[in-house]
């Protein structure tokens, strides 16, 4: 191909990697917002690894849309046994730095061994924080866990997966980001550290993430997960407006009228879509799509609410990837959500 027809392809890939549906309605502007997207880690292997990279791509693409305060990884970044210190760099490249390119920040002391996976100018934008919680996945080797947390940031500085079993991080303008470990709270372990972000978290806008959904439907533990969260939150008084989670390789929105989040959204369509097995009356989208969530808050004074979005991603290749909002919903200061006719295609 001559170097006018690269040009040529390369324009024409960047108009169809453009969103078929814009950010929150109404034409307000995000005051902050964040993304999420969970289920990520697939070995390299080309067609997997390809999909990944996908929807990394659609998410660098939102991002230039409408910057973004925080990229949030939902968990089992590192399929199938978790991170190993033999495969250290390779799946950092291959799993991190090339999908979130434009997220990444340079400045890690291993960052030479890395950088083959990221292309983009060094000034080309601020690096965004990265927050990684913990999916069953990455607990299956035993050293995974640490290297998670303490190896990553050498080849990768802005990567941060929280020590505890919850932790809050304080973005701007009164949105609080809770990111929990479900695995540990799912034992009964936990629920402490979990008690102690929500009282410090300063709001008056929450959002929890963390890999299994409330609505999670796999016996015991879920039983206990699902109560001690919701119980934590009624306890402490901390109201929580959106609950960000993955585990179930696919993308649904729940509007949930039980005590709790009001808002749920699994956004585990990472790198691999598989058929919904959910079945719950607050279900108002579910599809098996690849795809990730977006949160902005908007609006000011009595008018600002929380805008939770679900985005799918169809991976055509050759840089022909298309993606849409297929799924939103409103939540305001006093829970009360709105959900929004679907958007895209099923």
Not at 68 to 88: I, N
Not at 106 to 119: F, N, P
Not at 213 to 225: A, F, M, N, S, T
Not at 297 to 307: A, W
């Amino acid at each position: 191909m001559t170097g006018s027809a690269l040009l040529r392809a390369a324009a024409l890939a960047a108009v169809l990697l453009l969103p078929l549906a814009g950010g929150p309605a109404r034409g307000d502007e995000p005051r902050v917002s964040l993304l999420a997207v969970g289920d990520t880690g697939d070995r390299p292997h080309f067609w997997q690894h390809d999909l990944q990279t996908a929807v990394g791509r659609a998410m660098a693409d939102e991002d230039r849309r409408q910057p973004v305060a925080a990229l949030v990884l939902l968990g089992d970044q590192f399929y199938p046994t978790g991170l190993l210190a033999s495969e250290l760099a390779y799946r950092v490249r291959h799993n991190v730095v090339r999908p979130y390119c434009r997220f990444v920040d340079r400045g890690g002391e291993r960052w030479d061994e890395v950088a083959g996976g990221c292309h983009r100018p060094a000034d080309a934008r601020p690096p965004t924080p990265i927050y990684a919680i913990m999916g069953n996945h990455d607990l299956e080797s035993p050293d995974s866990p640490r290297l998670q947390r303490e190896a990553v940031p050498a080849f990768v500085s802005n990567w941060y997966m929280p020590r505890r079993a919850a932790e809050v991080v304080e973005l701007s303008d009164g949105l609080s980001l809770i990111l929990a470990d479900s695995n540990e709270l799912a034992r009964g372990d936990g629920v402490e550290d979990l008690r102690r972000a929500l009282r410090r978290s300063r709001g008056p806008w929450r959002v929890i993430a963390a890999h299994h959904p409330l609505v999670w439907l796999e016996g015991g533990q879920q039983k206990r997960y699902d109560r001690v969260v919701r119980q934590a939150i009624a306890e402490e008084g901390t109201p929580v407006h959106v609950f960000l989670s993955a585990h179930q390789h696919n993308l649904q929105l729940l509007a949930l009228t039980d005590p709790g989040p009001p808002l749920l959204l699994v956004a585990g369509g990472g790198s691999s879509a598989k058929v919904v097995t959910t079945e719950h009356p607050d279900l108002h989208y579910a599809a098996p799509k690849l795809g990730f969530a977006r949160v902005d808050l908007v609006g000011t004074g009595d008018s600002q609410r929380l805008v939770a979005s679900l985005y799918a991603v169809e991976a055509r290749g050759f840089g022909l990837d298309r993606y849409e909002r297929v799924a939103s919903a409103t939540v305001d200061r006093q829970l009360g959500v709105r959900v929004d006719p679907p958007s895209g295609r099923r």
